[in-house]
């Protein structure tokens, strides 16, 4: 029972490059979430896809990109990597609402 | 623009004690206010959460107490244990919305001593 996976678990960049945080789901879900996780500032949203087929910005778009592959990937895409994105980035995914909502055990990126 | 604001940043409680985060919310809107609880390099998992139709809820020794009037919402941690030290961060949402969209507080580390 794996629930929400993420890859890769620890990343290093450098300014200007790109790269795609991965996420899978095994549990049906129907909405899959991308938040970045910064101290002193909780967890904020980046973008969600509702269900398969359909994305939306969150609090804070700027500078990543997402695709929902199917109903269990959702990735996230940083074009171009600032120092400024560096974060811990957590996915989630849902059930219908808030049902069984369970995040994945994270990415730390780091751009240098 | 936060809407939901959690206080304190840190907390440092001995065993046994009463550990007492809160919460502030402006939407609202709002209807779903959870709980949720982080280990160090783990992602945040669902603690307990409450819904305003109600004005406390009991989980063993985590207790929600929600104020609707006046918009804010606190997590009491009864008998506190090392095992409880970890990251806890309030959220909230709309129960109706179909997107399951959360908004974070920003957190409270809690370090329990012995």
């Known amino acids: 029972n794996a629930g929400v996976t993420q890859t890769p678990k620890f990343q290093v960049l450098k300014t200007g490059q790109s790269m795609t945080l991965q996420c899978a789901q095994d549990?049906?879900?129907?909405?899959m979430y991308w938040y970045r996780q910064d101290p002193g500032m909780g967890l904020r949203l980046i973008y969600y896809s509702a269900s398969e087929g359909t994305t939306d910005k969150g609090e804070v778009p700027n500078g990543y990109n997402v695709s929902r592959l199917n109903k269990r990937e959702f990735s996230l895409r940083l074009e171009s990597a600032a120092p400024s994105q560096t974060s811990v980035y957590f996915c989630?995914?849902?059930?219908?609402?808030?049902?069984?909502?369970?995040f994945g055990s994270g990415t730390r990126l780091t751009v240098v | 623009q936060q809407q939901v604001k959690q206080s304190p940043q840190s907390l440092i409680v001995q065993k046994g004690g009463i550990s007492i985060i809160n919460c502030a919310y402006e939407n609202t809107a709002f209807d779903y206010f959870p709980w949720y609880q982080q280990f160090p390099g783990k992602g945040p998992a669902l603690l307990i959460a409450?819904?305003?139709?109600?004005s406390e809820k009991k989980e063993g020794r985590f207790t929600i107490s929600f104020n609707k009037s006046a918009k804010q919402f606190s997590l009491h941690i009864m008998d506190s244990q090392p095992g409880d030290s970890a990251t806890y961060f309030c959220a909230a949402s709309m129960w109706s919305s179909n997107t399951g969209k959360l908004i974070f507080g920003q957190g409270t580390t809690l370090q329990v001593k012995p």
């Open positions: 989630a995914s849902s059930g219908q609402g808030h049902r069984g909502y369970t």
């Open positions: 549990m049906n879900h129907n909405s």
């Open positions: 409450i819904r305003p139709d109600v």
